[in-house]
């Protein structure tokens, strides 16, 4: 147990962690250039806070929450995803109060006691994009094209994107009563799950992967056609913007995703042939959360990809990841009387902005130039008591293969000049 991370748990080390590096950069720059903000808000919240704002009868709280009492007796939850903390942050600090809409985005840890597999684990991490204060169909189709955009950016092909919309509270009663009427007789005949779905919320029969609720529901009236005209405008205009802006979808009447507090439209983004959990995006819009939570009326629209399936996506496709630029110089050492000079000449390489390394194990000259080699530095410098003596160091130039004497006091500047004229 002591020498065993937690299951569904990982180390990164630090070839991955240089790929989340990348993955990270590429996200920012994406977001200042759509105009999102960071929020960075508390890794554990109420657990209120997510039965609330995620949803009573949703997977993630009937089952998946890693919840806990305090030693001051109070119920906090490790937040399983980030839109309710963005919702809490944006009334606590009212946002509201601010020219809209306001653009969020966070990126971190989330936690959810699911079955750990490829693609599945229970420290994951999102990043997640919120707008509130706009319903404008146009919000909607920026955050589709911001997704994809990125997605494209990172090089990741063959993504499926889906859309359909769930309506507003008005659609999805008439929705919910025409379903039930269709499923009454067959409700028997539903997975364990979908039995308990069909009085608490119906709709979410329609995507579940159960063979014999697919089988059961085939020809069961879609939210699609339960729209009310606003709804149904809202919709058409998504698809409109969308097509405008060149961006392929799929129409999918099934799709409701997991979440109890999505309106409108909900769209989720599968990866072909990266196995089971294909999903690695999706969000949508949730008009009626920021009041569910305590807030005003305010309507909002949001998604959060997964960055673990986002990395296994990419590996799979065998998209490159940008190399780790070389190391700038190692110092190697012949003889005790070096040491001194060395560290003192190690440090103002650093300081001047170069990346430098030297031995601490007392290997030998041989030993040392092979250490080198693992930082496959651009210089390696070599100080012995010679060299010191007539105040110089030899520097190596391990590409060329050539090497000079340069002066001790001279030699920082020497290199720091050779990096800037590279
Ligand atoms: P959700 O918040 O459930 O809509 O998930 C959004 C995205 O987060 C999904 O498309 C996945 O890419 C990712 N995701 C969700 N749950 C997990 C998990 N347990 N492990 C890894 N990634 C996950």
């Known amino acids: 147990m002591l020498t065993t991370k937690p299951r569904g748990t990982n180390d990164f080390l630090a070839d991955t962690v240089r790929k989340w590096q990348y993955l990270e950069e590429v996200i920012r720059k994406v977001c200042r250039e759509y105009g999102y903000g960071e929020i960075r808000t508390p890794i554990f919240e109420h657990t209120e806070l997510f039965q609330r704002g995620v949803g009573d009868t949703t997977d993630i709280v009937e089952k998946e929450m890693y919840t806990f009492t305090d030693r001051g007796d109070r119920s906090l939850t490790l937040r399983p995803e980030g839109t309710a903390s963005a919702v809490r942050a944006f009334i606590e600090n009212k946002l509201s109060t601010q020219a809209q809409p306001t653009k969020l985005y966070y990126i971190g840890p989330m936690f959810r006691y699911d079955r750990p597999q490829a693609g599945r684990y229970r420290q994951f991490h999102q990043f997640g994009v919120e707008v509130f204060g706009s319903n404008d169909p146009a919000v909607d189709?920026?955050?589709?094209?911001?997704?994809?955009d990125l997605y494209g950016r990172l090089g990741l092909k063959d993504l499926e994107l889906h859309i359909n919309s769930v309506g507003c509270p008005k659609c999805r009663e008439e929705h919910r009563k025409v379903l039930q009427e269709f499923l009454g007789d067959k409700v028997s005949g539903l997975c364990k799950n979908c039995q308990g779905r069909f009085e608490?919320?119906?709709?979410?029969?329609?995507?579940?992967?159960?063979?014999?609720?697919?089988?059961?529901?085939?020809?069961a009236p879609t939210t699609g056609q339960c729209l009310c005209p606003e709804c149904d405008e809202h919709f058409a205009k998504v698809k409109d913007y969308l097509d405008l802006l060149g961006i392929e979808y799929k129409v999918n009447d099934r799709l409701v995703r997991g979440l109890d507090y999505y309106t409108n439209t909900a769209f989720e983004v599968m990866a072909r042939g990266i196995g089971a959990q294909s999903s690695i995006g999706g969000g949508g819009r949730y008009n009626g959360l920021i009041e569910q939570v305590g807030g005003g009326p305010v309507p909002g629209i949001g998604w959060a990809m997964g960055l673990e399936r986002a990395i296994l996506t990419m590996e799979q496709q065998g998209i490159k990841f940008p190399e780790e630029p070389p190391f700038d110089v190692f110092i190697a050492t012949i003889g005790e009387e070096a040491a001194g000079p060395e560290l003192v000449l190690l440090t103002k390489l650093r300081k001047a902005g170069l990346a430098a390394e030297k031995d601490y194990l007392g290997r030998s000259l041989k030993a040392q130039m092979k250490y080198a080699g693992k930082f496959n530095a651009k210089f390696t410098l070599i100080m012995g008591g010679d060299e010191l003596q007539r105040g110089v160091v030899?520097?190596?130039?391990?590409?060329?293969?050539?090497?000079e004497e340069v002066a001790l006091d001279r030699v920082v500047d020497t290199l720091v000049a050779s990096f800037i004229n590279r």
């Open 141 to 148: 189709a920026e955050v589709i094209t911001m997704l994809m």
């Open 200 to 219: 608490r919320n119906p709709m979410r029969i329609l995507d579940c992967k159960n063979e014999a609720c697919q089988g059961l529901t085939k020809g």
């Open 394 to 403: 030899v520097v190596r130039d391990m590409a060329a293969g050539t090497q």
